[in-house]
Structure formats: C-alpha cells, structure tokens
C-alpha cells in the first residue's frame, strides 16, 4: 500500500474548521512520500477518536467497514497511481463500534513538475440522511404493499386527472394492464367521455378541494361503480368499488317498496319483541294501512298491533295468534279491528316470522285483506240460512242447533229448560179475510211480542206459518220449580199476545195455544222435545184454545196409537180392505126408498171395524180425502147398478161428506166426474154434509152447494141440530132436505126439550120447502111420534140394520114395491 503523509496535528483552526463545522465534515491529509497521515480534530471526534490517535497509514483502512474497505482501497490505489478523486458513500466503525454512513472524497496534489506530492480529502457523515432515506423506502414499500393488498380498487391523479398509480384492483375493475392505464385520464379509462359526471366531479373537487362520493354508470367496465375522491397537494386519490349488485339490490328493494306500496293488502311488519304487553312495536306500514286504517305511518310506527283491537276482537282468535308467535309458527286468522274514527271492520291475517340473515328471530310480517264486505255476504248467507227473513227470528235449523246444544251442556247435567210450542188461534181467518199482507204484518209483531216476554238468553223461533218456538234454558235444577216458571212464562205470552193489535188501520184481537214439555239432559232427543211440545199444544187448542197445556206421557201414547191407526189406514186403502154397508131409508108408506152408504174396515186382523174407530183418524192425517173419493165413487157405481133393476131404478143413495172433503179445491169436480163416469142421474146422489160446515166461509159454502144443486145432486144436512147451524143462513142455502140427528129421535117419547127440538126442526124444514128425515128410528113409537108432526121418511133399526150390499138385495126382495113415482124423501 502506498504511504500517505500525514497532516500536520496542530493545524491551526481558522477558516477550515467554520467550513468543517457548517457541512458537517472532517478533513485529512495524506503527505508524500512520507505516507505520514493527519486529521482535523472534528474528523477525528466524528470517528470517536482524538487528534493523536490517528492510526499509521498501513492501518488506515480499518476505519471503514469491512463491506467499504476493498473499495475504498481500489480509490485510493487510483488516486496515488495517477490521482483520479473519488466521491464514495460508505460505512466506517467510530472507535466505540458505531457505524456511520460517510461520503467519503479526495484528490491528488502535484507539484510543478506534475509529481503526486500529496492526498488531501474530508469524510462527511451521511448517517442521518442515510437512515431518513432508509426510513422513506420502507415507508414506500410499506405503501405500495398496502395499496397492493387494498381490495378496492386504488388509484392515485394528478391535478390535470391523470393515472399515476393503480393497484392490482385497479387493473382487474379498469380490465387493463397499469401500464396502458397510467398517463389516461380517469374519466378516459372509465368512459371516454370528457363531458360525462366523472370528468364534472374530478375538475369541480380540484377546483374546491372537497373530498367527493358518488355512483355512476360506467361504460367500459360496464357497471356501476362508487368512488369516493380525496384532494391531496399533487392530485387526488381515488376509491373505486363495484356496486352493481347493491344497484340492483337497491333497485330490486325500491320495486318491492313500491309494489307493497301500492298493494291493496295491508303490509305491517313488527319486531320480534315479547309477546306480552304491550306487544312487539311496528316498524313498517304500507299505504295500504292508512288507507284501510286511517292511522298515518307516523301514528302506527312505535306502536303495537294492539292500537287496532277494540272491543269485539274476538279473544279467543288473540290467544291463538299469541301461542303461535310465542312457538315461532305461522299463524291464520280472522279479526275484527277498528279504525281511527271507531269503525268496525274485518281483517283477514296471516302472520310469518322472519329470520333476517340467520340471526334467529328478528321480525314478524302481517299481510291482512280488509274482508269486511265478504264477512256482510257470509253473514247475510247465513242469516237467510238460519232465520226466518219475515221476522227475523231463528228458523227451524238454528233452532234444532240451539236444542242439540242445550241437550249437550255436560257442566250442569241436572239443570232443566223448557221448549214451548205457540200456534196463533184462527190465524187462516185472518188470512183468508184480510189477506196474506195483514197476516205477514200480525207474525212480525207477534215476533216482536215474543221477544219482549223472554231473558236476552232464551231463544225465540218460527218454525213456519204462524208456528213459534220458545226455548227457556237453564230454569234450575228443581222440575218442578221450572215447570212454575215456564208456566209464568206462557201465561205472559198469552197475556200478551191476546191484547189488541193495530194492523194498519185493523183492531185485532188474537190469542194462541201454547204446549210445553220439560227439557233436561237426561233422556230426550231434538225430536222427541218437538214432537212432545207439539203434542202439548194441539192438546191446548183441543182444550179450546187461548190456554196452556204441558206434555205428559199419555199424550205421546196417543200420538203412537193414531200415528200407528194412520200406517194402518193408509196401507188399507191401498189393499182394497174398505166395504161398504147400506141402510134402508124409507118412506112414508113403509116402503124402501133408497139408502145411506156407511163405510166399514175389513181389518185383516181385528175384523170388521166401524167409522167411529177411524173416521176421526182419517180426517186428522187427510187420508178422509182418498177414502172419501172411494165412497162416492163406489156408491156411483151402486146406483148405476140399480138403474139397471125395474125394482130400484128409483132408488138414491145418500154419501156422507167431511168438512175437509167439501173444502177441497177439487170437491165439486170429483162428484161430477163420479157422476158422469157411473153414467147416473145426479139427483139419485144425496150428499149428506155435516152441519158443522156451516161454522165458516159461508160464501164458498153456498157457491159449491149451488154448483152442485144445479147439477141435479141432492143436498142434505146431516145431524141437524147438534151443531153450529145459523138460521139467518139457513135460508140461503140450496137445501133440499134436513136430517134430525138420532140423539133427538132417541129420547122423543120422553125428554121434552128433545121433543121440542125434533118438532121444531120438523117445522123449520116444511117452512122452508125442504124434506126431513129422522134416523136412529128404533120402535114404532118414535115412528110414530114424528109422522104426527109431519116427518115421514124414517132411517132406523126399526127398518133395517146397516148390511153388505148382498144382503141388503135379500132384504129389498121382501119389500113390496112402491108406489109409481113415489119417493116421499
């Protein structure tokens, strides 16, 4: 290694250390070719070292860290051989161990003959810019890491909007290397357009220095995108973020608000808070709700469901929708609500949990349909189903409902109720008198009267026509007390109903049958309770009428046997088990004239059975009108018979007719048809018709009587005098003969009163033209008797006994023949 002379080492301070001290660095001298080396003292305090304890120039190097030395060494070798300087950075280690950063610098001094006399340099410390460079490049890797790993995309403009970095995001969202993309404006790189909303909000943030945010479309990636800009001195840094899939989301969100905006349904939605009070709280209503509802959304959010309930929302419907939410389980229902203003309407809900990104139970979702108009139809359906649309009483259906239910009630099975049957007495009168308006008008306020008689839990029903039903349940566990107050109860009803009436403009006074049976759970059915309360009440108007009467056994009895008479009868008729018998009727000289046919039975068990045992039968269950058609018919045929015989050609027929039969529409018809299909002459036919036909309607009695006597039928009243015959209408009537009833004839001869009433229909009969005949004729002094006061034609067992037309022919055989054209009846 050369030698380098050293500096002088008491160099005399002066302007070399104010330059050393301003820059910071210590200077050294190499003299030659001593290779004696010296330093300032400021060097040799930056190596930690003093003046004197500058090392001999073969150990020179050491100053420097190893990694510098062969450098250093190479400069040096340089500068010596043909003094080329040097400026090198590098490391030296202080006497303490330190290391520093230097830059280290020399030249060569030549004399004139241009001989390298000398090395002369300073050593600089670089430590502390070293370690801020350092620190810098740390912090920018650290940057530029950062940015690497950011997952928006990052980017960074000039103030002309300008690219100078973009991380890997960047590239992936731009779909471009950052080698094309740097140097392009933002909005080039977007859109390509100078004048769209990135290049406006780019230059307008420049120009105010405000951090920006915004979403815009962007045409070369084709999405949406979100940046959000941030001014700093050399431009401005940017975010950007993909958005399209929150855009849609959002715009989805926006059409679903929307759509549930505008639904006709009401949408609320609550928090799945505790179900007890006051309930989960509302956080969201359609318009729908105030619509439907009349509370604002500012009214109804905060608040619970329960600001709709009132009054009538049925409890039992609340509790089941309140264990549904308490399990989490969808629920159905239908309840009554209210509006703000108080009105009442019907909701149809169903209500769903929701669990909001699997975070369990977060909310509650109610879609409810206002119902209200289809609730009206139901109940309109099912009032024209179960009540009667002129009163607007129960019908028969709710009425079998409410007894199957007071049947059924296990809580109490002792407790005793009572069913009464009400039918309103001569309510056809009315009817047919004042027409079908009027007697509509009597049911109504009798409905009403009804109703005012009974407790708001007893039922009032019609069954039909003027048919009501009174149910009194629950009247104690004692019968008897029960049937006390079912009794007070039916004597206000009859109180009631028997006060007069105004329908429109008529004064009516009316009264009703009432029958009663006991109910209690222990032994009827529904239709044993009918049937016995019904029993009960035509027992009443048997009793005649305005009164009460309560079921007992014997009743029902009763009601089996004529029910079991009616299968009988009706099974008869068809089987041809009906025979007539006929009784002579004779006239005033003894001789035959003619005869009654009297219907018998052939039972085909208990043998031949007589009218009184099935006539009144008949007439209850209208069987009277078939049977009696076969009578006249049979008869018709009879006499058709007998025109046939010089011996009875003469002969007439007398047919007994019911009420009921007369009253039938067809009646007059049925005789004539008879009449003309038998090819007889109809004054051979004498219809014997009961007094008691002339109790009522008189005008469509006289009207039939007469169509009948201008046929040529003859006309007889039978059982005259027992009945409810008026004189003022006697006259009236297109009669030709009279029958005195047997219970006169019986007792002529010795009741006074009797005899006074045979003679005094006697008279009656010849004041008005018309014939008389007495039957029940049993001894020749009774015949006698009544041929004194001018009767003449006898029917009685003085003559003959009913007989079966074969033997009645035998008995006519010994009859001698009456006079030519005589008949006397």
């Given at each position: ?58 150990n020179a190097l050491d100053v420097y860290a190893p990694e510098s030395r062969a450098c250093m060494a190479a400069a ?506 006929y009784q002579p009727q004779v006239g005033p000289k003894g001789f035959m004239v003619g005869a009654e046919a009297l ?227």
């Open positions: 290694m050369p030698v380098i002379p050293a500096l002088p080492q008491n160099l005399p301070p002066g302007p070399l250390v104010v330059l050393e001290r301003a820059t910071g660095a210590g200077a050294w001298m190499l003299a030659l070719p001593s290779h004696q080396l010296t330093w300032t003292a400021h060097l040799a305090a930056m190596l930690e070292m003093t003046p004197e304890q500058a090392p001999p120039w073969t040096l070798q340089r500068c010596l051989a043909d003094g080329t300087a040097f400026d090198e950075e590098v490391q030296v280690i202080t006497a303490r161990g330190q290391r520093l950063w230097m830059r280290s610098l020399g030249e060569a001094l030549r004399d004139d003959s241009g001989a390298i006399v000398q090395l002369s340099g300073v050593l600089k410390d670089l430590t502390a810019r070293k370690r801020a460079e350092q620190e810098s490049q740390s912090l920018t890797m650290r940057l530029a890491t950062t940015l690497a790993s950011i997952t928006d995309a990052f980017a960074t403009l000039d103030r002309e909007g300008r690219l100078t970095y973009i991380n890997r995001e960047s590239e992936r969202l731009l779909r471009a290397p950052g080698t094309a993309l740097l140097g392009q404006t933002l909005w080039d790189a977007l859109d390509g357009n100078d004048t769209g909303r990135v290049h406006q909000e780019i230059l307008e943030m420049l120009g105010s220095g405000a951090s920006r945010e915004f979403e815009v479309f962007c045409a070369i990636p084709d999405r949406w995108l979100e940046l959000r800009a941030y001014p700093f001195a050399e431009g401005v840094a940017v975010y950007l973020r993909d958005v399209s899939d929150k855009r849609q989301s959002q715009e989805q969100l926006l059409l679903l608000q929307t759509c549930i905006a505008h639904l006709n349904d009401i949408v609320m939605i609550t928090e799945a808070g505790p179900v007890d009070a006051p309930g989960p709280r509302i956080v969201f209503v359609n318009d729908a709700f105030e619509r439907q509802t009349g509370y604002s959304p500012a009214e109804a959010l905060g608040q619970t469901p329960r600001m709709l309930q009132g009054q009538r929302t049925q409890r039992a419907e609340l509790d089941r929708i309140r264990q549904a939410l308490e399990q989490a389980r969808p629920v159905r229902a239908e309840l009554i609500n209210y509006k703000k203003n108080g009105e009442q309407f019907w909701l149809e809900l169903d209500i769903v949990p929701v669990d909001y990104f699997s975070r369990g139970l977060t909310h509650w979702v109610a879609v409810a349909r206002d119902i209200t108009e289809r609730k009206a139809a139901e109940e309109e359906i099912e009032h024209l189903a179960f009540y009667d649309t002129l009163t607007q009483l129960p019908n028969r259906q709710l009425l079998m409902d409410s007894l199957r239910t007071a049947l059924s009630h296990t809580g109490n099975p002792d407790r005793t109720g009572a069913l009464m049957f009400i039918d309103l007495d001569n309510f056809k009168v009315l009817n047919d008198t004042r027409g079908h308006a009027t007697g509509d008008l009597l049911l109504q306020k009798v409905a009403t009267r009804l109703n005012s008689c009974v407790r708001l839990r007893d039922t009032v029903g019609r069954l039909g026509g003027d048919e009501f039903v009174v149910l009194l349940e629950d009247l104690g566990d004692d019968p008897p007390l029960a049937r006390k107050k079912a009794e007070v109860v039916a004597q206000k009803i009859l109180a009631t109903l028997s006060e007069p009436c105004d329908l429109s403009g008529l004064d009516y006074d009316g009264t009703c049958s009432i029958g009663i049976t006991l109910i209690t759970q222990h032994q009827k059915s529904v239709g044993d309770l009918l049937k016995q309360a019904d029993l009960a009440m035509y027992q009443a108007k048997a009793a005649g009428r305005n009164t009460i009467c309560f079921f007992d056994p014997g009743m029902q009895a009763l009601a089996t046997a004529n029910a079991a008479l009616t299968y009988e009868l009706r099974q008869g008729l068809r089987n041809q088990e009906f025979v007539l018998h219907v018998r039975w052939q039972h085909p068990l208990r043998g031949l059975v007589f009218p009184d045992s099935f006539i009144p039968q008949a007439e209850e269950s209208g069987l009277i009108m078939p049977l009696g058609k076969w009578v006249l018919e049979t008869a018709c045929a009879q006499l058709a018979r007998w025109a046939a015989c010089p011996l009875t050609e003469k002969f007439s027929i007398a047919v007994n007719v019911s009420v009921r039969q007369f009253r039938h529409p067809e009646f007059v018809e049925q005789v004539m048809a008879a009449i003309a299909t038998a090819g007889i002459s109809a004054h051979r036919l004498k219809l014997e018709l009961t007094e008691s036909l002339l109790a009522n309607d008189m005008d469509v009695t006289i009207a039939k009587m007469g169509t009948l006597k201008d046929a040529g039928v003859t006309l007889s009243i039978d059982d005259f005098g027992i009945g409810y015959s008026a004189l003022s209408y006697l006259k009236h009537l297109p009669l030709d003969q009279l029958k005195i009833d047997r219970a006169f004839v019986k007792d002529v001869l010795s009741d006074p009163n009797d005899a006074a009433i045979a003679r005094t229909i006697i008279g009656l009969a010849q004041s008005l033209g018309l014939g008389v005949m007495a039957e029940g004729v049993e001894t020749e002094a009774q015949r006698d008797f009544l041929a004194r006061h001018g009767c003449h034609c006898f029917q009685g067992y003085l003559f003959c006994k009913p007989l079966p037309i074969d033997e009645l022919e035998v008995f006519m055989q010994g009859m001698a023949k009456p006079p030519e054209g005589a008949s006397g009846c």
